[in-house]
T-cell receptor
């Protein structure tokens, strides 16, 4: 079965400290993986995506993620948190079904709190 | 360029009433998706269209839900009759090409059914 699991429902960090949001996937195929961010009362916005090119992917706002096939992980990191990073983050998996079309499978989300 | 536009942003209605949510995708995008977000279930794909044609509606909860896309610039999601358990935020998203490309989300329609 193809799935994505976000290991933490809530993460709290102090401003200026590193951020680590964890995501694991399960797939028989080479996956496409994404991180989306949702600020309060807003729609989701793409942070970054992995589509079988470079395993270290850089996104917007200083975020990056590393695809590790051996660990089936795609963790999101940022060296120094900013107050504006407080939001909900979704790890997303693109699942290839028969027929050639695909769907996005969303993780349950990780709510990131940033304290002064 | 304007993003995905949804209306209304907020809707409060009573059980049994008809609800219509509207979406205008980004011009030129050929895929349109309707999602529902709740605390209990997270984000669920309800239905998606390609070039105005419904491709997969397996996520639509039941016959009370219907969606249409009469042209490339407009889609509706209708609930009739509405029930309290339909209370959620409904998102519309569009993309150019398949889901391997970026999805652009609207700001959502928050529905409360009393």
């Amino acid at each position: 079965a193809q799935s994505v699991t976000q290991l933490d429902s809530h993460v709290s960090v102090s401003e200026g400290t590193p951020v680590l949001l964890r995501c694991n996937y399960s797939s028989s195929y080479s996956p496409s993986l994404f991180w989306y961010v949702q600020h309060p009362n807003k729609g989701l916005q793409l942070l970054l995506k992995y589509t079988s090119a470079a395993t270290l992917v850089k996104g917007i706002n200083g975020f990056e993620a590393e695809f590790k096939k051996s660990e089936t992980s795609f963790h999101l990191t940022k060296p120094s948190a900013h107050m504006s990073d407080a939001a909900e983050y979704f790890c997303v998996f693109a699942s290839l079904f028969s027929g050639g079309y695909n769907k996005l499978i969303f993780g349950a989300g990780t709510r990131l709190a940033v304290h002064p | 360029d304007a993003g995905v536009i949804q209306s209304p942003r907020h809707e409060v209605t009573e059980m049994g009433q008809e609800v219509t949510l509207r979406c205008k995708p980004i011009s030129g995008h050929d895929y349109l998706f309707w999602y529902r977000q709740t605390m209990m279930r997270g984000l669920e794909l309800l239905i998606y269209f390609n070039n105005n044609v419904p491709i997969d509606d397996s996520g639509m909860p039941e016959d009370r839900f219907s969606a249409k896309m009469p042209n490339a610039s407009f889609s509706t999601l209708k609930i009739q009759p509405s029930e309290p358990r339909d209370s959620a935020v409904y998102f519309c998203a569009s993309s150019l090409g398949l889901a391997y490309r970026e999805l652009f989300f609207g700001e959502g329609s928050r529905l409360t059914v009393l």
